[in-house]
């Protein structure tokens, strides 16, 4: 019996717990950035968007005058009302699909496909594609990262024992420009690829440090 009880353990998929709450946490920043975007694209009303590329926020903000641009976005809708209402309910989808990700196989790519549509439906730009980032790793939850296991080193240690405070770092620092923008925002706007370099290099380190960690 305790021969068997061990087997079957030994069997079980690993839970990959780092992959695991990097994938709940990208999705729900997505699904809120869905809601967020969608909420300012409702307000617009009936207005039609000029093109395919829209900013959330309208009037009186100025995309040139503000260091977020207005929040953009882009969109396959006729109108920003429409395009508020689907931005929001695919927003609240998404968040409510990764709290319950662990629980289902293919919930990585239900993710990715989800966040997909929110970056045609007006959920921004940045939300949603983190949110595919994280749906992408979460194609290996219940994998075993054996291909990854062999590739132990310094660099390796170094980013397992960084987790989880390089995922906090990240998004410390996707709520902390909101504040630095509000003082400083002529300084956000002057630093030109600040925003985009940092959000690109914190995701990308936070999710080596998820896989490092899980393969120890």
Request: hydrophobic share 55%; with cysteine.
């Given at each position: ?9 030994t ?35 009936n207005?039609?968007p ?85 749906g ?19 660099i ?9 405070w ?28 600040l ?19 899980d393969?120890?």
């Amino acid at each position: 019996m305790a021969l068997t009880i061990k087997l079957t353990q030994t069997e079980n998929p690993p839970a990959n717990q780092a992959i695991r709450l990097l994938t709940m946490c990208f999705g729900l920043f997505a699904g809120f950035g869905g809601v967020e975007h969608g909420y300012f694209e409702f307000l617009q009303g009936n207005a039609v968007p000029e093109s395919f590329s829209i900013a959330s926020l309208g009037p009186p903000c100025v995309p040139t005058e503000v260091w977020h641009a207005c929040e953009p976005a882009l969109t396959i809708l006729p109108t920003f009302f429409l395009t508020g209402i689907v931005s929001m309910v695919l927003g609240v989808v998404t968040m409510v699909w990764s709290i319950l990700i662990f629980r289902r196989r293919r919930g990585g790519g239900v993710l990715a496909l989800l966040s997909f549509a929110l970056l045609l439906f007006g959920g921004g730009i940045f939300p949603p594609l983190i949110g595919l980032v994280g749906g992408i790793v979460g194609i290996f939850l219940n994998k075993p990262l054996d291909r990854w296991r062999d590739r132990h080193g310094i660099i390796s240690q170094l980013l397992a024992n960084s987790w989880p405070w390089l995922l906090v770092a990240f998004f410390v620092w996707l709520f902390g420009q909101v504040v630095i923008g509000f003082f400083f925002n002529d300084w956000l706007m002057q630093t030109g690829l600040l925003i985009p370099v940092v959000i690109l290099g914190l995701l990308a380190l936070s999710v080596l440090s998820a896989f490092a960690h899980d393969t120890r």
